[in-house]
């Protein structure tokens, strides 16, 4: 597994020396996350094209490099993901096996240090100040980061290291795949000054066609344009805010945040579904993926909220709050059943359905009060049987018999 480190002489170009002195924010991003994850459980697709996402209705939730090259990206129409990449292997995503990894990840990320602030499942800002004179410079602190998820969680990642959150951002994705990028304070702007108008955060297509009707297309251009020329041109905010940007200027400290409010999966059918059967086997599979998802992140949840998307996209929620959290599958899957066939639909078409676990908090610390002839005490040590028979066999090795293929 490679490990370089972009130098001014390496293969990035950038013309940066190695001094992180003051560079204490570190951005992790895993590389091509979810289709990283599916290849832990089909090493012999590694170095090919592989797509992950659902039906021809879906959308691409990732795709190996290989398949990038073609084209293919995230939030792409899956349709046209298999024109571009006709070659490519699809395959189904298990978002139980992508919430293990990540908490996995983050775990490594907070014995670090405490200042993580995560974005996704897949990345994180550190601050990683208090931990230089324990640990070592910051981009030691990052190499070793790097080597320790590859080590531990099977899949690479890429780290900036920058005395800014937004510089950090662009340098790890300068680095990807597999690499670290430091981005000296000293060089910062000359850094920036390089790279294209959209590679500032608030620049999206129409914001990047303004820019250009200005004659405005690096971030240079931006740099040395005066303030109330783009406030002319773009709006108070968003002129002030791209002009900071253009010289390096973010004051947004890493700030921890509290853990994620709701775990939650949807599915969207192949084709518009009137059958209620149907329906209820796809909460039966969504009920199990997001229990599994909150018992790998160690929570519990109060409510479960239902989705529902009709044919013509309108959609609506129910929702119902239990008397004690729960992790298990089928009391999950209980709750969102009966939330659907209250709405007492006739025949009507669902396009999508989803499952959502809110009110979460950590499963240790919510101690259940038995009740008498209770018997969910079962059905979560089962749970915990397929955990494990999922962690040793790979994720749906054991499934409720439902969700079996016909034969």
């Known amino acids: 597994m490679s490990r370089r480190q972009l130098r001014p002489d390496g293969p990035g170009g950038w013309g940066l020396d190695d001094d992180d002195t003051g560079c204490t924010v570190l951005h992790a991003d895993m590389d091509a996350f979810y289709a990283s994850v599916e290849l832990l459980r089909r090493p012999d697709l590694v170095g090919t094209p592989v797509i992950v996402g659902g039906g021809n209705r879906g959308v691409v939730l990732s795709a190996t490099y290989e398949a990038r090259r073609h084209g293919v990206h995230a939030a792409m129409p899956m349709a046209r993901a298999r024109r571009l990449c006709p070659g490519a292997t699809v395959l189904t995503p298990h978002h139980e096996d992508y919430a293990r990894i990540s908490a996995g990840v983050m775990e490594v990320f907070r014995s670090i240090t405490p200042l993580v602030e995560p974005l996704s499942l897949d990345e994180a800002f550190l601050d990683v100040s208090g931990a230089v004179r324990r640990l070592g410079s ?8 790097r080597d320790r998820i590859a080590d531990e969680q099977g899949i690479t990642c890429s780290v900036g290291v920058a005395s800014t959150k937004f510089v950090a951002k662009l340098a790890s994705g300068a680095a990807k795949p597999d690499g670290l990028l430091v981005v000296p304070h000293a060089q910062t702007v000359a850094f ?14 129409r914001t990047e066609e ?14 040395h344009t005066p303030v109330t020329t783009l406030v002319r041109g773009l709006g108070d905010a968003t002129g002030r805010h791209l002009h900071a940007l253009a010289w390096g200027r973010d004051e947004r400290r890493v700030v921890a945040l509290a853990p994620e409010r709701s775990i939650g999966s949807e599915e969207t059918f192949s084709r518009d579904v009137d059958d209620a059967r149907v329906v209820h086997r796809e909460l039966l599979r969504l009920a199990e993926r997001t229990a599994a998802r909150a018992r790998a992140a ?4 109060r409510t479960v909220v239902l ?11 129910r929702s119902r709050t239990l008397r004690e959290r729960t992790d298990v599958t089928r009391e999950v899957h209980a709750t969102a059943r009966d939330l659907f066939d209250a709405l007492a639909l006739d025949r009507a078409r669902v396009r999508l359905v989803g499952v959502r676990l809110e009110g979460l908090a950590e499963s240790a610390t919510q101690p259940r009060q038995l009740v008498l002839g209770e018997r969910t005490h079962g059905w979560r040590e089962a749970d915990g049987a397929v955990d494990r028979a999922g962690a040793r066999f790979g994720a749906g090795s054991v499934r409720p018999a439902t969700l079996l293929p016909p034969r």
Request: net charge positive; charged share 15%.
């Open 298 to 301: 160690g929570v519990a949840g």
């Open 307 to 317: 989705k529902v998307r009709f044919a013509d996209f309108t959609t609506i929620t």
């Open 210 to 223: 303004t820019l250009a009707r200005l004659g405005l297309r690096t971030v240079a251009d931006i740099a």
């Open 138 to 145: 910051p981009a030691r602190i990052g190499a070793a980061l």
């Open 192 to 205: 920036l000054h390089a790279l294209p108008v959209s590679a500032l955060w608030g620049v999206g297509e």
